[in-house]
């Protein structure tokens, strides 16, 4: 399958203070696509997604270093105008955000500030996204009353389409529907699915049914690290490393032990698998090693080769912008954890 | 158990008693006031104690209006200075300042806050004095001879003087009161505005604002009642000559707190003297009560605007 990239994630990195929310990633989303970021809470899913429009910056403390590039342009490159980034990038947050003005105004908020003065225009804008969004015919007869006194759910409804009115190329929406009653956030998932033709979609979501529902494609962060990520059916059916499996089982999650440390640095392929082979060999079942390589090619051919000798691989992470990281468990026909 | 409800109930009784006694307060000092001033309400008519400009106790003239005039002049100069200065620096401590800057701020802020009265008054006479009387008087009645501006007063004590004064002490008040006001506005709702691309001023001035204005409103109340009631620093700078009428921000205003502090407990051989400036303090306190009357009377409608739509 042929995927266009739109956010291309380089080497990312954030942190708060001293604490690393996010930890060298890597990743590229596709487009036209309904991304979600999964993985328990306090893992980074918020954190990496308010990095692609910036909001990030604004928090006290926040260092970001890495690449994201949107449209193959860096996004953290001092040239590029925030402003014009964020129209891009429609957000959707957590709890609805209306400002307090009226619905009519809520929506020509966005337009006005870029620049549309025109009425006529305000108009048009205006009912096209609260029909996009399925809300026209519910507040249609009092756009000027005051937006925060719509339902909860309507709300959330009124900022998608405020969001749709700068018209942007992604949507992003942090958990949009964890505040709304069962049967708005079914109206804002279905808005979502009909919404993908147009626009890239990256969810953050900790409901793995809403993930399974909506989502193409799916990102597993746990601690700021990226453990998975892939097709949706081919993560959330047969996810490849243990923590995925765990928490998608509602396990859980905890370091493995480990119990031998292999450094393979400055070996090439196979000579470091070779070794590693060894290694195993020596180690009891159901024991844990951790394999230390510093080229891309080993990360990648290295699993590959000890999945087919029937051990189990556990993660495969980068941990820097040279080293990766493969935790392999000796194979006895199951899992010791 | 028992003993839990007789606490409780003599805890509420108490704190009942000791609110009753601070709400009756306000209302025991006006009484009394309206009291003091009964004998000369009796005597001379309302309607000239208010509108005669003619104040010669001996001769048993009372007119407050220049008294009343000096008010409203010394406290609306006060406010079109202090108001749009402090809110902006309000916001720029809240929204635009380091966490570093804001440390540094707020203490500063606070400081002027609670620096004495007496201390801004000489200021007022070491430094605001000379920049009236040197620079801005010259400069306006050149340039724009008409009616705020033209003034044969050429001492510097005058309303604008203290109209500067008291801004400078009144803005601490309401920038410490906005920025914290400015602070309560959500975090996720300028996230709102800022991710549809716009820019943080914006965001502050079609968001923020608009959320916080009640609180803007209220603390621009508190700092008016202030310098409607400030009394030492605006005696000493603002000229508090007697027989003007002010016309001009130029001119010597005495408000009527000066008027009270200045002439109360002094020549009280005079008849109606005491109760003149009795109801002058009375006049103050209505004038006072009048306005934070306003005041929350717009904060009301807004609320009510907003909650209803």
């Known amino acids: ?337 | 158990m028992n003993i839990r409800i007789i606490k409780e109930n003599l805890v509420r009784r108490t704190m009942f008693g000791l609110c009753l006694f601070v709400f009756s307060l306000v209302f025991l000092m006006a009484f009394g006031l309206y009291q003091k001033s009964k004998p000369i309400l009796a005597i001379i008519s309302l309607k000239d104690l208010l509108f005669s400009s003619i104040w010669h106790p001996t001769q048993g003239h009372f007119g407050l209006s220049s008294f009343i005039a000096g008010t409203f002049w010394v406290t609306a100069i006060a406010v079109i200075i202090a108001v749009p200065l402090s809110i902006l620096t309000a916001i720029y401590v809240s929204e635009y300042a380091s966490k570093r800057v804001r440390s540094f701020a707020k203490p500063i802020i606070d400081l002027l806050a609670g620096i004495s009265p007496i201390i801004f008054g000489v200021w007022g006479i070491i430094a605001v004095v000379p920049l009236v009387r040197d620079y801005l008087m010259p400069f306006f009645t050149k340039r724009f001879p008409f009616f705020p501006f033209v003034s044969d007063n050429y001492t510097g004590f005058s309303a604008l003087t203290g109209g500067i004064v008291l801004a400078v002490m009144t803005f601490p008040i309401i920038i410490s009161v906005v920025e914290e006001v400015l602070r309560t506005v959500s975090f996720e709702i300028r996230e709102a505005s800022l991710s549809l691309g716009a820019t943080k001023w914006q965001t502050i001035k079609y968001v923020v604002l608009k959320k916080a204005r009640p609180g803007i409103i209220a603390a621009v109340i508190l700092g008016v009642s202030r310098a409607f009631g400030e009394t030492m620093a605006v005696l000493m700078v603002a000229g508090c000559a007697l027989g003007v009428f002010p016309k001009s921000i130029f001119d010597a205003a005495y408000p009527l707190p000066a008027l009270i502090a200045n002439t109360y407990g002094e020549m009280m051989s005079i008849p109606l003297y005491d109760s003149a400036v009795l109801l002058a303090a009375f006049i103050l306190l209505i004038i006072t009560a009048l306005f934070n009357m306003a005041g929350w009377g717009i904060l009301l409608h807004i609320e009510r605007k907003q909650a209803c739509g």
């Open chain 1, 1 to 337: 399958m042929e995927i266009k990239t739109h956010i291309s994630v380089k080497n990312l990195n954030i942190w708060y203070g001293q604490h690393q929310a996010i930890n060298n990633i890597s990743i590229d989303i596709p487009d036209k696509k309904i991304t979600a970021i999964i993985g328990p809470s306090g893992c980074g899913k918020s954190t990496l997604l308010k990095s692609f429009n910036r909001l990030i910056e604004l928090q006290d403390g926040a260092k970001v270093s890495g690449k994201v590039l949107v449209d193959g342009e860096d996004i953290y490159d001092p040239k590029v105008e925030v402003t014009h980034l964020r129209k891009k990038m429609g957000l959707l947050s957590q709890r609805p955000q209306v400002l307090p003005v009226s619905i009519y105004e809520n929506v020509a908020y966005g337009p006005r500030i870029h620049g549309i003065k025109d009425k006529k225009k305000l108009d048009e804008i205006v009912q096209r996204y609260l029909i996009e969004s399925n809300l026209w015919d519910e507040v249609r007869g009092r756009l000027n009353s005051s937006a925060s006194k719509l339902s909860i759910g309507q709300q959330q409804r009124l900022c998608l389409a405020r969001g749709l009115a700068v018209e942007p190329e992604v949507i992003l929406g942090d958990e949009p529907t964890s505040a709304l009653d069962p049967l708005s956030a079914e109206c804002i998932e279905q808005r979502l699915l009909e919404l993908k033709n147009k626009y890239t979609i990256v969810l953050v979501t900790h409901i793995l049914r809403q993930a399974k529902r909506l989502a193409d494609y799916i990102i597993f962060l746990y601690l700021g690290n990226l453990i998975e990520h892939g097709p949706a059916e081919e993560v959330l059916n047969n996810p490849k490393y243990l923590k995925t499996k765990n928490y998608l089982e509602g396990k859980f999650i905890e370091e493995p032990k480990i119990n031998k440390e292999l450094n393979l640095k400055r070996t090439a392929y196979p000579n470091n698998f070779v070794t590693a082979k060894l290694a195993l060999g020596d180690l009891e079942f159901g024991h844990i090693v951790k394999i230390i390589v510093d080229n891309e090619s080993s990360a990648i051919e290295i699993p590959k080769a000890i999945e087919h000798e029937g051990h189990k691989i556990l993660e495969v992470r980068k941990l820097n912008q040279n080293d990766w990281e493969i935790v392999v468990q000796k194979h006895n026909g199951g899992y010791v954890i």
